[in-house]
């Protein structure tokens, strides 16, 4: 299956591609720095080696301004979720 949104390779892997502005070192920092990685996707820790363990923390209310709810069939999805797994390339 295929989209604009990404493209699932099996049914457990999601492949997404975008193109970034901005050089590549500020990009690479965004993707695995956990505090910067928190401004537009999820903070938590991340070891960059082959093998080394990612730990994901989404806090789903934290990215709509004060007081916006989420639409009722994802009401369920606010609040902290965490989701973990390896690095498989680095």
């Known amino acids: 299956?295929?989209?604009?949104?990404?493209?699932?390779?099996?049914?457990?892997?999601?492949?997404i591609e975008r193109t970034l502005p901005g050089p590549i070192e500020r990009v690479w920092r965004y993707l695995t720095e956990p505090e910067l990685r928190q401004k537009w996707l999820a903070a938590g820790p991340m070891e960059l080696e082959m093998g080394g363990e990612v730990t994901l923390v989404f806090n789903?209310?934290?990215l709509t301004t004060a007081g916006d709810l989420p639409p009722e069939k994802y009401a369920d999805y606010g609040g902290e979720h965490i989701v973990r797994g390896n690095i498989t390339a680095c």
Do not use: H, K, R, V
């Open 1 to 15: 299956m295929s989209n604009i949104y990404g493209e699932l390779i099996t049914p457990d892997t999601l492949q």
């Open 60 to 62: 789903n209310n934290s």
